[in-house]
């Protein structure tokens, strides 16, 4: 965000205007469908700009500040309602200064003298959504959402089905009118059951409708135009305030909310009244630490003028009351338990250690795992389950550990595992590394099964409808073990048919998709083997220069020898001599971009037989065309050409790159059956063979002529 004392005012306006656009944009999306598209912590990192440019330029303020809105106005199929007494947002502070010149507004304002006391209360501020409940007579008659705050939506079937909320106000002097306010929320672990329920009931779970958050579930649950949906939702409900009223039943808001409480509503028992910023900030501190313990999402503490009088006389500005304010949590991090540290096998053997937490709510988003990378974070961080921890996620980075809150507690460290977890294979560190890893290899289950996944998967052969479920179930059955054994799954085609959840028409699907993939791109089936440094672009490479798959083997074979053969020179230290080698490898390879790390892998896997046995197995079900560089029509197509001496726009790799896709093969040496040499400064011997040979010569202009002929 740039600062606002640097722009223009021109720029001040326009920066306003699309603030504006876009925070109600997010409203409508938040508020009116239930479908956030970005984090609350960026919310209101806008909303933070917006106020901080509407500080610098007060002149500027819009009609349409967003601080002058209230939610979104509702679009659903419910019936409107029009509120006698608006329902409004909440001022928020993060800093506990805010807070403490928050108390100085309310005693300037009501000409207080500078320490007179201020009864506040003090209580947590659920992440539900706010609801109004009409008593008349003590019998519930309505129920609205709060929408823009001038008009919501009627959800009185839906609330009736909200055990919490009693249908009739039960107790002492319960007036004939009042109107009940507070959150309608769900619980943390209901959450989490509904949307497993959710995806349990869906057709394909992949596409099922899960919810982010408590909140979302929570909205969507109750605005619901079929209030047998609602009803199958575990929805509960606390009060918070009141709005139109035929009598106030005492003269403070602690007394009024005890009031609520004693006709029957359910009211929070983390509710408290204190007369300093000291007890307040306790409080506050005390319900952020027992945040990720209690049942339900909160994102801070609301605290209210006790005296209902001074309450009376604040009055309210743009959407807020003065005499209340959110004390929220940072909405980037909360404290939780690690319960415990499980080890995840990767397809290459690396062990990854996640810890498992507490659920708990980040930036909207419920956080129950986290990763911890290595041995060496865990003990950076100190870490042992049962630990106090305090977790980040900033926009949408994977959730971190950023603080031990118990580190200092005396408790044995974590021992990280010698052994795979799954196949007890020796787990190692390699020298220089700082991940450990099985050594199980292709025998580790867990690694066969990650290696299946990746030859499946999207960006290496990429076979549709044969997801994780499917692997574990034909793994467990012991249908597949290797990559051939997919294109062998035909077999099991009757024994398939007559396993539960497998159709004709699926059944005939995925193996229609798997030999559809019968002669797959050799470069994604190199990627798909998961052979360690070769990604996708690597594999690319490799086979542009090498075309087949039995080029690559070969080069495998090469690199194996070259390895063979290689000795430190007498004297030589270790170091020097395992540069020298790499750096012959990396010139055997001859690919730009592709190190000695590539080659050391490929001849790795190679080496080990049964990699070799998977291989030609593979290869027996398969045939990949060669891989031919799509080729435009050109002077040289057809032709080989020969590069040789320095040249000045270009590295050699591109200059074949070029002399490929046009069609042309580029040699390393002239022969008789050179047809074309070009010849940068320096060139020497190829030179002088191709002019004792009769062939033609051209300088690097002139090649770059003919590749621009060709278009
Ligand atoms: N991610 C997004 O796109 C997006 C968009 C809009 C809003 N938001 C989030 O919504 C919030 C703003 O919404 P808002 O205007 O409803 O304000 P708010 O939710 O911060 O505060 C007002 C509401 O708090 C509720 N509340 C809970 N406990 C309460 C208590 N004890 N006493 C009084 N009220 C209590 C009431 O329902 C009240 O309406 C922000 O936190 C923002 O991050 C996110
Ligand atoms: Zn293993």
């Given at each position: 965000m740039t600062d606002p004392t640097q722009m223009t005012e021109a720029e001040a306006a326009n920066r306003l205007m699309r603030l504006a656009r876009e925070i109600a944009r997010h409203n409508r999306l938040y508020h009116?469908?239930?479908?956030?598209?970005?984090a609350d912590a960026d919310y209101d990192a806008l909303v933070r700009e917006n106020n901080a440019l509407e500080a610098a330029f007060p002149h500027l303020i819009r009609s349409d500040s967003p601080n002058a809105q209230v939610g979104a106005a509702p679009t659903s199929a419910l019936r409107k309602v029009q509120h006698a007494v608006r329902m409004m947002s909440l001022d928020n502070g993060f800093a506990d200064e805010d807070i403490a010149e928050f108390i100085a507004r309310v005693r300037r304002f009501l000409a207080l003298p500078e320490d007179a006391p201020v009864a506040l209360t003090a209580e947590p501020k659920i992440d539900g959504l706010s609801c109004s409940l009409h008593y008349e007579k003590g019998e519930l008659v309505l129920a609205a959402t709060r929408g823009d705050g001038t008009t919501g939506e009627d959800v009185t079937a839906n609330v009736r089905t909200i055990p919490d909320i009693p249908q009739r106000l039960t107790g002492q002097a319960v007036p004939d009118l009042f109107e009940v306010r507070g959150e309608v929320y769900m619980a943390k672990a209901d959450f989490v059951a509904l949307n497993a329920r959710l995806a349990a009931e869906a057709d394909d779970p992949e596409k099922a409708r899960q919810f982010a958050n408590p909140r979302n579930a929570a909205a969507g649950s109750l605005r619901q135009k079929d209030a047998a949906v609602t009803a199958s939702r575990p929805l509960r409900f606390l009060a918070h305030g009141w709005g139109e009223v035929s009598a106030v039943p005492a003269e403070t808001q602690l007394g009024v909310m005890q009031a609520i409480a004693g006709w029957g509503l359910p009211v929070s028992d983390r509710l408290t009244c204190v007369d300093t910023l000291e007890a307040l900030i306790a409080h506050y501190r005390a319900i952020e630490a027992a945040r990720a313990d209690l049942p339900f999402d909160i994102d801070g503490v609301v605290y209210k003028v006790d005296r209902l009088d001074w309450q009376q006389r604040l009055g309210f500005v743009a959407k807020a009351p003065r005499w209340a304010i959110a004390h929220k949590f940072p909405a980037e991090r909360a404290q939780t338990t690690l319960e415990s540290i499980d080890i995840q096998v990767g397809r290459t053997g690396k062990l990854t250690p996640v810890g498992r937490l507490t659920p708990v709510t980040v930036g909207g988003v419920v956080v129950s795992n986290v990763t911890l990378h290595n041995a060496d974070e865990i003990e950076r961080l100190g870490?042992?389950?049962?630990d106090r921890i305090v977790v980040q996620r900033a926009g949408d980075v994977i959730p971190q550990v950023v603080d031990n809150l118990t580190r200092d507690e005396p408790r044995t460290p974590f021992a990280f595992p010698d052994h795979c977890p799954v196949c007890h294979s020796e787990a190692v560190r390699e020298e220089g590394e700082v991940d450990i890893r099985c050594t199980g290899g292709l025998i580790c289950p867990a690694q066969r099964f990650e290696r299946l996944r990746h030859f499946v998967s999207r960006a290496a052969l990429d076979i549709e409808g044969l997801g994780e479920k499917s692997i574990q179930e034909f793994l467990d059955l012991g249908w597949i073990a290797e990559p051939a054994d997919i294109f062998r799954l035909k077999s099991h085609r009757a024994d398939l048919l007559g396993?539960?959840?497998?159709k004709e028409k699926s059944v005939d699907n995925l193996l229609a998709a798997i030999e559809a993939k019968?002669?797959?791109d050799a470069a994604r089936l190199l990627f798909g083997l998961g052979i360690r440094h070769i990604g996708a672009v690597t594999a690319r490479d490799l086979l542009r220069r090498y075309m087949t798959l039995e080029g690559i083997s070969a080069l495998a074979a090469g690199i194996i020898a070259l390895r063979d053969a290689a000795a430190p020179a007498e004297g030589e230290e270790e170091s020097r001599f395992r540069n020298r080698l790499d750096k012959a490898i990396a010139e055997y390879i001859g690919v730009e971009n592709v190190g000695s790390a590539v080659g050391h892998a490929l001849a790795d896997f190679f080496h080990e037989p049964h990699n070799v046995d998977v291989w030609n197995d593979l290869l027996r079900e398969v045939s990949p065309p060669d891989y031919l560089v799509e080729t435009t029509a050109s002077a040289v197509t057809g032709k080989t050409v020969v590069f040789t001496g320095?040249?000045?726009?270009?590295?050699r790799d591109e200059a074949k790159a070029q002399a490929e896709r046009l069609g042309a093969k580029a040699a390393g040496s002239v022969s008789a059956r050179t047809d074309l040499v070009v010849a940068g400064p320096g060139a020497g011997s190829k030179l002088k063979q191709a002019a004792a040979l009769g062939i033609d010569v051209i300088d690097e202009a002139a090649w770059a002529e003919i590749v621009k002929a060709a278009g």
């Open positions: 009116d469908q239930d479908e956030p598209e970005i870490v042992r389950p049962g396993r539960e959840g497998w019968r002669q797959p320095k040249l000045e726009t270009m590295s």
